[in-house]
Each structure stands twice: as structure tokens, then as C-alpha cells.
T-cell receptor, first 114, second 117 residues
Framework: AQTVTQSQPEMSVQEAETVTLSCTYDTSESDYYLFWYKQPPSRQMILVIRQEAYKQQNATENRFSVNFQKAAKSFSLKISDSQLGDAAMYFCAYSPNTGNQFYFGTGTSLTVIP | EPEVTQTPSHQVTQMGQEVILRCVPISNHLYFYWYRQILGQKVEFLVSFYNNEISEKSEIFDDQFSVERPDGSNFTLKIRSTKLEDSAMYFC???????????????FGAGTRLSVL
């Protein structure tokens, strides 16, 4: 069964500092996608970054980057130069290439301290 | 950028009543989804829909639930006889998944908060 685990219910970071959010997953599939979504207080989930499992290179999107360790089934999100607007709930999600559904973690609530 | 829109943002209903939650997916998307998030819990998959039929559903999606694409733009989730435990945030999502760099990305709406009294 596919499961996604986020072991940090809450994290905080000083503005302009770097923070890393953890995510591990369990799957027997070899081809899949991993995602980080951000859910601000307005509640709409926004895609932050996506990683394709067959790509060894870690995905980056501006201040956001991932550390994808396929053998360890680990997919952490690094936010550099944190901004007040980064404060949100962050969800890690897994999607097998053969299926449609996403499997979500329980989320990490990120607070940015001015 | 195009968005998935959901209406209403908050729905209050009495236990046993039928509710219909509405979604307008992104116009060129082919796959449509419903998820729910009970307060304090994970976002859970309910159902996916493609080519006018259900392509995948979870154990949560029992006979009380149904989905429909009544026209070219709307995608609805109906709960026939609501229970207290149906209270949750319901998210609609859509994806293209037809290939290209944005395949498999699901775009989510802001959600409908359903409160069953």
C-alpha cells in the first residue's frame, strides 16, 4: 500500500532563513511522481514543486528545492530565503504513474517569524 | 492562470438531506477528481472521473456518493443522504495527464466546507 508520512506537524523558520520539511513514502512502484503542495489559509492547494521518480536530478523552483532519495524513499522540501508569504500548510503527495489518485501526508504547518 | 472553481464555499445541511457540490475544472483538462479532508486529518481520495465514467474510487466512495459531468463544464459530487461524519472540506481537482511536461499535475479548487448538522 502506498503511504506518505510527514513527521513534522509544525515547523517554524525566521524570515530569510532556510527550512527543510521532511517526507517519506512507501511504494512498490518504480515509476511515480512526488509533489509538494502549499495550502495557505485561503485553503486552495497550490503546487510548489514536482519530482518524477525516474529523474535523478532534484527538482528546483526558484527558492524551493527538493532532496529526492529514491532508495530511502525520502522527499524533503527545502525553502531558502523564507518569506512571510511562505507561511502555510505544506502537503507532500505521491502519485503512481499507473493510477490517478494522489496519496497525501498529514501536512506540516509552517510558521515564518518576522 | 486558469483555476478550478468550486461552489458553494460553505454548505450547511441537515443530516439525511441530499447535497450537491459543484466544480468547474480547468477547461482543457480531461481528468477530474474529488478529495475530502476531515478537520485535522489527511486529504483523502474519493474518486476520479474520465471520459464520462468513474476510473477509480476509494472505499470511502460508497453508494451514498455519485459524480456527474452534466454539461461540458461542470463536475458535481452528490451525497444522497448526508451523515454527520460527512462533514469535511471537499476538494475538486483536475488534470490533463495527456502527456507533456504538466502531465499528472492535479490542480485543486479552494474547496467546499460541508457541515452536516
Amino acid at each position: 500500500a502506498q503511504t506518505v508520512t510527514q513527521s513534522q506537524p509544525e515547523m517554524s523558520v525566521q524570515e530569510a532563513e532556510t527550512v527543510t520539511l521532511s517526507c517519506t513514502y512507501d511504494t512498490s512502484e518504480s515509476d511515480y511522481y512526488l509533489f509538494w503542495y502549499k495550502q495557505p489559509p485561503s485553503r486552495q492547494m497550490i503546487l510548489v514543486i514536482r519530482q518524477e521518480a525516474y529523474k535523478q536530478q532534484n527538482a528546483t523552483e526558484n527558492r524551493f528545492s527538493v532532496n529526492f532519495q529514491k532508495a530511502a524513499k525520502s522527499f524533503s522540501l527545502k525553502i531558502s530565503d523564507s518569506q512571510l508569504g511562505d507561511a502555510a500548510m505544506y502537503f507532500c503527495a505521491y502519485s503512481p504513474n499507473t493510477g490517478n489518485q494522489f496519496y497525501f501526508g498529514t501536512g506540516t504547518s509552517l510558521t515564518v517569524i518576522p | 492562470e486558469p483555476e478550478v472553481t468550486q461552489t458553494p464555499s460553505h454548505q450547511v445541511t441537515q443530516m439525511g438531506q441530499e447535497v450537491i457540490l459543484r466544480c468547474v475544472p480547468i477547461s482543457n483538462h480531461l481528468y477530474f477528481y474529488w478529495y475530502r479532508q476531515i478537520l485535522g486529518q489527511k486529504v483523502e481520495f474519493l474518486v476520479s472521473f474520465y471520459n464520462n465514467e468513474i476510473s477509480e474510487k476509494s472505499e470511502i466512495f460508497d453508494d451514498q456518493f455519485s459524480v456527474e459531468r452534466p454539461d461540458g463544464s461542470n463536475f458535481t459530487l452528490k451525497i444522497r443522504s448526508t451523515k454527520l461524519e460527512d462533514s469535511a472540506m471537499y476538494f475538486c481537482a483536475s488534470s490533463r495527464k495527456a502527456g507533456g511536461p504538466k502531465r499528472n499535475i492535479q490542480y485543486f479548487g479552494a474547496g467546499t466546507r460541508l457541515s452536516v448538522l
